[in-house]
């Protein structure tokens, strides 16, 4: 009788209005209860009743009321939906088509319809399928959670799935461009160079098709080189604003998924009609420098067009195994071939050099590739080291990028930069407190100039640990895409374009186009704009997360009987948070998740501090980040693509008169989540 008396519901809102109110995100457990967390760190518990209404990552403004002596928040106001387009699994209930998502903390299934046109009887369990959130409960005068199926993505049991829900998921296409019926060179007011007798030479991996750079050198008495860097020019096939180029920059980059890439062009312009393959005549865009004996970059920089020949289509294995070893089994080059992998040898070592003193370099890191089978299983990953073939190239390609940012800056005082800034200047005073501790010989206003930071970069690859430099790493800037020349810190140069991947990267094309400008004469028919980096950012940020997905998803596959097998791997610890760590398995490259109890089931023993980005056990340090160390995989969780790890030493119990802490499944699976959550945020933060 209570129920629709107006006065009653208007006491109830007037008492609602004097209740304290707090914006903040939703953060469910496995347990049904929740909690608002507030950007001030604060966090309110949410009891089961009042989370029916919100889901994990909705970010609300509730009151905050007290119930049963505890301060409890009510959602009341959707802020932004957690959920809007999502992927997830088709789910049949009592017949009824409902979709649970395809999230670690989202269980629960939500009712759907699909779109008209979609055949629901084309949806089975288990089906992949992309949905959009059409009702919540926060919103108007809606009861429940409520979703539209948009389409179906592939079959449950389908091995491919992996790559087309990725894919999906990222809102990134799943086939190369629709080909065209021919293609003509354009008219550009260009004149090129033959330099078909040139012994040009490609170094690139063995089943690489997309052959976008080829190498002349030349060594002197005196110590010096002569380098030329053909690259190979599609944009002589395409026109700003054509179809082709729209669809080339709404793509931005080839995709690269394990087993499989996605190119940015039609593959009979990336990998025929541009590609430099060894005999044929192609276009290309060239440049040409002296280094002189010391590895320093002339200022005798040229950029030209030109017809090349490549002369020889080298493999990395193969001039590595020459150069390493004075011979490789079952590859006898020409003379003219090896004079040319010894004359790019020597310039490689010089710049090397020159950069190891003056800039940054990098240390070597393996790459590691997925061996699959015809029908998309995995057979085997394996680790390729970065040798001295892939150094060499590397060299080239940086003085080549280096080259067009110093002549684009002269120029035109613009084109496709990236640039690092650094420390994030919110950051420096805490960086500069970590390196006054560890005695490290700089000051404040060193790290705030290029030639500073460099010298620290330097410091740090010299030191006995990896420790330090990880840490830091959490308090510098991010690389960065713009249109203006600016330093890049974090490789030590006070400029950098990129022009050298015109095949696979749509803002090397833009630079390509400036340089033919800067070759002709003729104004630019495309210059960059302010919105370039953030286009360029988002589509590398999407790739990157997409490849990482693919990527756990066959992990997982792959080491699905690694529990019951007690495989031994070597683990390096590159995250830390308040609930665990995030190690790298050294032996095939995948990230597992270590929970605190699974460490040392005791709370009041061990303290994961990732301010400090260490674990302690009873006062003592125990691990770091960088440390090496070897593990166990805990358990595969297939549903999310999770691997969970331990490490092989074990802590004894020690004796006290407080009894332990318990620690149940639950608490596990609790970490292991909110670890799986953070680091989703930070891995797409760095990309």
């Known amino acids: 009788m209570f129920q629709d008396n107006p006065l009653l519901a208007q006491l109830k809102k007037q008492i609602q209005e004097t209740l304290p109110k707090k914006e903040g995100s939703i953060k469910a457990t496995d347990r049904g209860f929740g909690f608002l967390e507030v950007d001030n760190k604060e966090s309110y518990f949410i009891p089961p009743t009042y989370m029916k209404n919100v889901m994990h990552g909705d970010r609300v403004i509730a009151v905050i009321r007290t119930e049963k002596e505890r301060e409890v928040a009510e959602p009341q106001e959707l802020i932004e939906p957690f959920l809007s387009r999502f992927i997830g699994r088709i789910k049949l209930i009592r017949d009824r088509l409902h979709v649970v998502p395809d999230h670690p903390q989202l269980k629960d299934a939500i009712k759907a319809r699909p779109v008209k046109g979609l055949n629901p009887e084309l949806l089975k369990e288990g089906d992949w399928v992309v949905a959009h ?113 729209d669809e080339a920059r709404q793509r931005g980059f080839t995709i690269y998924l394990p087993g499989r890439n996605i190119p940015m062009l039609p593959r009979e312009l990336s990998d025929e009609l541009c590609s430099l393959m060894e005999g044929e005549t192609r276009p290309a865009l060239c440049c040409r420098v002296t ?36 011979q490789c089994e079952g590859w006898e080059p020409s003379d003219v071939v090896i004079e040319q992998v010894k004359a790019l040898h020597g310039l490689a070592n010089a710049r090397s050099e020159w950069r190891a003193k ?71 005073d805490v960086a500069m407190e970590f390196l006054t501790n560890a005695e490290a010989p700089f000051e404040k206003d060193d790290l705030l100039t290029l030639e500073g930071f460099s010298a620290l970069r330097r410091w740090l690859n010299d030191q006995d640990t990896t ?69 360029i950012a988002t589509h590398r940020r999407n790739h ?3 490849e990482r997905d693919v990527a756990d998803w066959l992990y997982v596959r792959l080491l699905k009987d690694a529990v019951k097998e007690g495989t031994v791997f070597t683990a390096e610890v590159f995250d830390i948070n308040r609930a665990g760590m995030r190690v790298r398995l050294l032996e095939n490259g995948a990230a597992a998740f270590i929970p ?9 023993r061990i303290e994961c501090n990732g301010d400090l980005g260490i674990i302690n056990i009873d006062k003592v340090r125990e691990y770091q980040l960088g440390d090496h160390f070897e593990v166990v995989i805990a358990e595969v969780r297939a549903a999310t693509r999770q691997l969970v790890a331990k490490p092989v030493k074990q802590y004894p119990d020690l004796p006290s008169d407080k009894p332990e802490a318990e620690t149940t499944a639950p608490a596990v699976e609790s970490a292991a989540t909110e670890a799986s959550v ?8 760095k990309a």
């Open 291 to 326: 280094i002189d004996k010391d590895g320093v970059i002339q200022n005798d920089i040229s950029f030209f067009a030109a017809w090349i020949k490549s002369h020889g289509r080298l493999a990395y294995d193969n001039v590595s195994d020459l150069l390493e070893n004075g």
């Open 678 to 685: 953070t680091s989703e945020t930070t891995e797409a933060e």
């Open 596 to 604: 605190a109890p699974l460490i040392l089931d005791n709370k009041e």
């Open 133 to 245: 959130m059409t009702r919540h409960p926060l919103v108007g005068d809606n009861k429940t959670f409520f979703c539209e199926v948009k389409e179906k993505i592939t079959d449950s049991n389908d091995k491919i799935a992996p790559w087309w829900v990725t894919l999906a998921r990222h809102d990134l296409p799943n086939a190369e461009p629709a080909p065209q019926e021919s293609w003509s060179m354009l008219e550009e007011g260009l004149e090129r160079q033959d330099l078909t007798d040139l012994p040009f030479i490609t170094i690139d991996g063995e089943s690489t098709k997309d052959m976008d750079d080829a190498i002349y050198t030349v060594a002197h008495e005196d110590g010096s080189f002569e380098l030329t860097v053909a690259i190979a020019d599609p944009t002589s096939y395409i026109t700003v604003g054509d179809k082709m180029d």
């Open 467 to 535: 420790y330090l430099d990880n840490r830091l790493r959490k308090f510098q800037a991010y690389s960065e895409v713009g249109n203006k020349p600016a330093p890049h810190y974090a490789m030590g140069l006070d400029v950098y374009a990129t022009w050298t991947s015109p095949i696979r990267k749509y803002g090397d094309m833009i630079n390509h186009r400036l340089l033919k400008a800067v070759i002709s004469g003729l104004e630019p028919v495309q210059t960059p704009d302010d919105s370039v980096g953030e286009e």
């Open 544 to 546: 990157r997360m997409a």
């Open 358 to 428: 003056h800039a940054v370099v990098f240390p070597d890191r393996p790459d590691y590739r997925f061996e699959l089978s015809e029908d998309n299983d995995v057979i085997a990953i394996h680790t390729d080291p970065r040798r001295t073939a892939n150094r060499m190239i590397e060299e080239a390609m940086i003085t080549a990028n280096i080259c067009a940012g110093r002549v684009l800056q002269e120029k035109f005082g613009l084109g496709v930069y990236n640039f690092h800034s650094g420390f994030n200047p919110e950051k420096l």
